[in-house]
DNA sequence: GAAATCTTCGAAAGCCATTTCGTGCAAGCT
DNA sequence: AGCTTGCACGAAATGGCTTTCGAAGATTTC
């Protein structure tokens, strides 16, 4: 047979009881490290079932314990860049313990996660971690799950569950302030799609810290694609119009690798005359940019690693709170924003 | 309560047959939509399921029917871009069935992918995908699992085993192919490093093709990392080195970049004066870049959902085969190459 | 030496859904 | 009326494991 054996199918603890000679229950219990066997006992029973490569059967274990050691990952966008660093999180989180995971991809499709969410209780997992593919709030799957939800990346609309989701305020806050404090005044914001959360929440964290240090946008923000392409267009009329600029906070790092471009092209040099920073800290694009680039981080794995902490919490019976929490990023230097020593 | 009620734990089949004034049995059959079962009957049970919003458990299922609906996903690095796809082709494959993907990351660590093997089969998996980060051969997980395994991406070095795996040797071919089709006759290579099977596997077909057309590479292929800064100064010494040279065929798309802007800031105008080529056709680096890359693309996502339908073969009882397959790879044809019509 | 106390083990119930097989009943037939 | 036939339903076994509780044997105590 190709692909292999399969001829007799798993080794099943009567079949331990009966090669170590004892009975059922007592093979359970000298697995099991229980009390009540003797020491010989227990050492024939664990022979056996090493000979047998006897591995217990966790569908019959979960049937009688209830619970099933495994934890849902209901994803609505796996492609994207933000669910795999928060998914290893979350497998990290887990893997450590007796905990697997189901993953499942709706496709961004509300049916498809209808579906999968039904899969998943009758897969009677003990938790799930829903994690949405943008910021902005999306549609709660209700409070009629029988297991502790927890909404990671994109926060649930419904105030009663619990989500946990990266600071952009806070994190547009901490770019402008970074310009500033590099001496800066005249600083641009090339941003997405205004349609999303995310676009709209660090604008208004850049513009409480231009307030603050009394300073303005030079020009409005610019809106358009996540894309290197619209860096390099929106950087080009950004110089023409605004000749004195010097700082540009984008809002991902994409575009700031378009910004990076056309400043190379146009002349400008950066950081000296043009000081850039990008939004994500993706690291493949981050680190090849010449000069690499200063970003902000949404510490995306350590949100994941919240999350399933979390449903650990909650299914251990801890009360795990509601609401959205924002959880803190960070800022990364590198040489966009300050010359090389 | 926060995340949830929790209250009542999900209801079972006896709960729904007592709603209904039935047995279990009936209930059984009337939700199964087996014959023996009055249409009133059916109607009284199929509300009282609705009313409790029963979910059939899927352990106390599997346990009977010695199939569980799961398929384990063995994965050796979550982060590596090749990951993705092949886990989506996989997901999609089985998501449109009735079967869950269990996903496991052991982290490139061989105790950890040993300890998630055995939480698999203590899972008791219906059939196993194993998926490497190189195209290297990998250690075969062993002839002893009793359920099938198909290895992806990375084949085992066991030929008993079924691999499916990227052919790199045909890529190499096609890319060399493409720039002979364009005209050109100088053609270098700068890859990335050495020990990479991957690499010397396109390196083989590159010189295959060109052998076929008699001509030879320029230079000799050029090592080192697999990233834009590597691309940037290889092309930086082949260009000094071999002013003549007018294509590079690059081993990832992101060396491409690098060579790319190297080419740009010499002043060598792409496509008309060096054609460059990438490999993995990585969207987001080879439709942003100036002009748009022109690259092979290994076909990912088909092969996970190859991988997971032959899975499902095997678990069928169709005999899948063994060995290494080597999937068709495509040429992805951008302006780098062909000047924009 | 008899009674009390451990120690060690096994029988059996239970988890939940499926399925086989048998029972009760009404309808159909001669 | 007496028989077969068919229908609708339920009792019970099944699968793999844990756990409770009782029983047998070994040991200790007075």
């Given at each position: 047979?190709?692909?292999?054996?399969?001829?007799?199918?798993?080794?099943?603890?009567?079949?331990?009881?009966?090669l170590a000679g004892v009975s059922i229950a007592t093979a359970s219990k000298a697995l099991n490290d229980r009390d009540d066997v003797a020491v010989a006992t227990?050492?024939?029973?664990?022979?056996?079932?090493?000979?047998?490569?006897?591995?217990?059967?966790?569908?019959a274990k979960g049937l009688l314990a209830g619970r099933t050691g495994t934890v849902g990952l209901l994803t609505s966008d796996l492609e994207g860049r933000f669910m795999i660093p928060i998914l290893m999180g979350a497998e990290d989180a887990f893997g450590a313990g007796q905990v697997n995971v189901f993953l499942c991809d709706a496709r961004g499709d509300a049916i498809r996660e209808q579906h999968h969410l039904k899969a998943l209780l009758s897969r009677r997992v003990d938790g799930i971690i829903v994690v949405g593919r943008q910021t902005d709030p999306r549609p709660s799957l209700g409070q009629e799950i029988p297991v502790p939800v927890v909404y990671a990346y994109a926060p649930s609309d419904d105030p009663r569950d619990l989500s946990l989701t990266p600071d952009n305020y806070v994190g547009g806050r901490m770019a402008i302030e970074h310009l500033i404090a590099c001496g800066r005044t005249r600083i641009a914001h090339i941003t997405g799609d205004p349609a999303y959360?995310?676009?709209?929440?660090?604008?208004?964290?850049?513009r409480?810290?231009?307030?603050?240090?009394?300073?303005?946008?030079?020009g409005d923000p610019m809106f358009s694609e996540w894309t290197e392409h619209w860096g390099r267009d929106a950087a080009a009329m950004l110089l023409q119009r605004h000749p004195d600029v010097d700082a540009v906070f984008c809002g991902s790092d994409q575009i700031a690798r378009g910004v990076l471009d056309t400043a190379r092209d146009l002349g400008r040099s950066v950081p000296d005359d043009l000081a850039v920073i990008g939004y994500d800290n993706w690291e493949v694009l981050a680190t090849n940019s010449r000069p690499q680039l200063t970003s902000i981080d949404a510490n995306l794995q350590q949100l994941g690693r919240q999350a399933a902490q979390r449903v650990f919490d909650a299914i251990d019976g801890v009360d795990i709170g509601q609401g959205t929490h924002h959880l803190p990023v960070r800022l990364v230097i590198r040489g966009s924003t300050i010359p090389r020593r």
């Open positions: 047979m190709a692909v292999n054996e399969m001829g007799s199918r798993a080794a099943t603890l009567s079949d331990v009881a009966r227990r050492q024939r029973v664990l022979r056996a079932a090493e000979e047998l490569s006897f591995t217990p059967n966790a569908m959360a995310a676009a709209q929440d660090r604008i208004a964290g850049a409480a810290a231009l307030d603050a240090a009394g300073l303005e946008l030079v």
